[in-house]
């Protein structure tokens, strides 16, 4: 099995269940908390761990009660936090609302995640040498992004790159990303083709294609995923199931994908073990919360 960094975010989870997403200056009653552990980060980190991946985590946490909450659990997942710094700026929070529907919209205020730099990157080096695979996405500071994937290509690691939420990445860093992983509306925003049929999403792989990306998986919600290589593409369609909270489910399948690539799967069959992963993932509430384990993955 092969050793997987992760640097991304951590937050704490304020989920509020709802019947309908509430209109501008409106107040919906009868609501209910659910107060979990979140961050793009960490819920990949957790879905690879608990798929029974090698994971080491580079977040950055506020030295308060929520920060120890997240790092005891990571530790309780089997995640090495040794690579984990500490700020004073408190923990970052996300505060989420999810309806009948499953349908969410969050606002997040990233605190700490603001205090992970490209210092720190570089302070893991040694933690990092020997790994297999980089996964990072776009929550953190951009110059922290480009340092892990400078760094990591600078000692062979594969970089997995999930570009959420969509912000500018630099041109030169295509040419060190191994596999993007974009939704529809992200590859739209990386490539400007509207992306809405298998054939869409394979036009926008070109364009990543040309600027040096090696491979491309194309999400495509409750339809299925492209996997598009530069020797062809093969669609992996979801499996259908009755969705109760989307919260994290993008980031199950991530998580469990270079959990499955580091244990030797091809790319494709790593892209139907993270369908799986993320179909159980819906079926739950909360982000890391929704994570299944490797027993549940076998069992289908």
């Known amino acids: 099995m092969k050793k997987i960094i992760v640097v991304g975010s951590s937050n704490v989870d304020l989920t509020v269940r ?64 040794s690579c984990i710094k500490l700020s004073a700026t408190p923990t970052g929070t996300a505060l989420i609302f999810v309806d009948d529907n499953a349908e969410n919209c969050i606002a997040v205020a990233p605190g700490s995640n603001n205090d992970l730099l490209p210092a720190d990157i570089d302070a893991a080096r040694s933690t990092m040498e020997g790994a297999s695979y980089l996964l ?24 997995i790159m999930n570009p959420a939420p969509m912000n500018p990445v630099p041109e030169e ?37 040309a600027k040096g990306v090696k491979n491309v998986i194309v999400t495509m919600g409750s339809k299925g995923s492209l996997v598009c290589t530069q020797e062809g593409r093969e669609f992996v369609p979801s499996r259908k199931v009755k969705a109760i909270d989307t919260t994290g489910a993008g980031d199950v399948y991530n998580g469990a994908l270079v959990a499955a690539l580091s244990q030797g799967k091809s790319l494709i069959e790593a892209a ?15 982000a890391q919360t929704s994570a299944p384990y490797a027993n549940e993955i076998e069992s289908l």
Request: charged share 20%; aromatic share 4%; glycine share 10%.
């Open 18 to 81: 709802v019947r309908r997403l509430p209109l501008p200056g409106e107040t919906i009653r009868g609501a209910t908390l659910l107060r979990t552990n979140g961050g793009k980060g960490a819920n990949q980190a957790v879905a690879a761990a608990r798929l029974g991946a090698d994971v080491v985590f580079i977040t950055c946490l506020g030295n308060d009660a929520s920060g120890g909450m997240l790092s005891a659990q990571f530790a309780a997942d089997g995640i090495d936090t």
């Open 136 to 159: 990072v996405q776009l929550v953190i500071p951009m110059p922290t992004v480009v340092r892990a994937v400078e760094l990591a290509h600078s000692l062979g690691i594969k970089t």
């Open 173 to 209: 860093l295509f040419s060190r990303i191994w596999l993007i992983t974009p939704n529809q509306t992200e590859a739209e925003q990386l490539t400007g083709v509207h992306v809405e049929s298998e054939d869409d999403a394979a036009r926008a792989a070109e364009v990543l294609f």
């Open 272 to 286: 139907r073990i993270a369908t799986l992963a993320s179909s159980i993932a819906v079926t739950r509430m909360g």
